[in-house]
């Protein structure tokens, strides 16, 4: 049996070598898209030529979607809590996450490899681009994160639960989960999280997204300038 924690083949490294999302699956092409868009002629064409592309092209600029949710990825997902918690906001996905209640063997946590500003004009964010120069906060971040795993472990030596013990892990951990969603939602998702407005750590997942399924939707991926 393979070790769900492990990457797939298929797979984009993310937050340096900390996380990382694999292609686990996928349903259709670009020509299953222009096919659906034109399933009322009651014909079907296996390859794209100009007029496909041109087809694909008006589809996504006046949001006639309906063709897209044809296309069907499965993605594999290890990434931080708090990133999690931001990404399954998104209800038109589906998702499958390794339990905390069965399991506790590969507990890794997330240690940023830049600590960011707090922004002073948006309460949500950070100041883009910006790194405070202390190493020692990283250390102590580290040191934070192995305090919560071995507290963890000795709430499960003391005969505590697993269910309740995880409690005290922080959101610096990292969880995998599988993810399934069509191409239309996907979409919405890049438009919203590939953002400047959204958190630095999600958006490098939607980097790379875009990186592993470019090859998949060529046309696609240049026209929206992948
Ligand atoms: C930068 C940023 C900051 C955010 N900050 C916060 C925050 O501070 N607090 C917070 O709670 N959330 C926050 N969110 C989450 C946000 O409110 C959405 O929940 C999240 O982005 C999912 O978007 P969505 O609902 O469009 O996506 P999905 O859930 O994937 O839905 C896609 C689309 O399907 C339709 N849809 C889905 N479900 C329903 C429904 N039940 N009824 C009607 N239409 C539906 C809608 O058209 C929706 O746009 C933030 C998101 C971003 C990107």
Not at 36 to 52: L, P
Not at 79 to 87: E, H, I, M, Y
């Amino acid at each position: 049996m393979l070790n769900v924690n492990l990457p797939p083949e298929k797979h984009v490294k993310v937050l340096g070598d900390q996380g990382w999302i694999g292609l686990i699956d996928m349903m259709g092409t670009e020509a299953t898209i222009v096919n659906a868009a034109r399933v009322s002629f009651g014909k079907i064409k296996q390859t794209m030529d100009d007029k496909d592309i041109e087809l694909l092209k008006y589809l996504i600029e006046n949001k006639h979607t309906s063709p897209l949710e044809h296309i069907v990825f499965t993605f594999s997902v290890h990434c931080p809590l708090f990133v999690r918690g931001q990404w399954h906001r998104h209800r038109t996905w589906s998702y499958n996450e390794i339990s905390r209640r069965y399991t506790d063997f590969d507990l890794t946590f997330y240690v940023p490899s830049q600590l960011r500003e707090q922004s002073k004009s948006n309460r949500q964010a950070s100041v883009e681009g910006s790194s405070i120069k202390d190493s020692e906060l990283k250390a102590q971040i580290d040191k934070h994160n192995k305090g919560s795993l071995d507290f963890y472990n000795y709430l499960i030596s003391k005969g505590v639960c697993r269910e309740q013990a995880r409690g005290v892990l922080p959101q610096n951990m990292m969880v995998t989960f599988w993810a399934t969603v069509d191409l239309s939602n996907l979409l919405h998702f890049l438009e919203l999280r590939d953002h400047s407005h959204a958190q630095w750590e999600i958006r490098e997942y939607g980097k790379a997204i875009k990186e592993l399924i470019a090859p998949y939707l060529p046309n696609l991926a240049k026209y929206l300038k992948w």
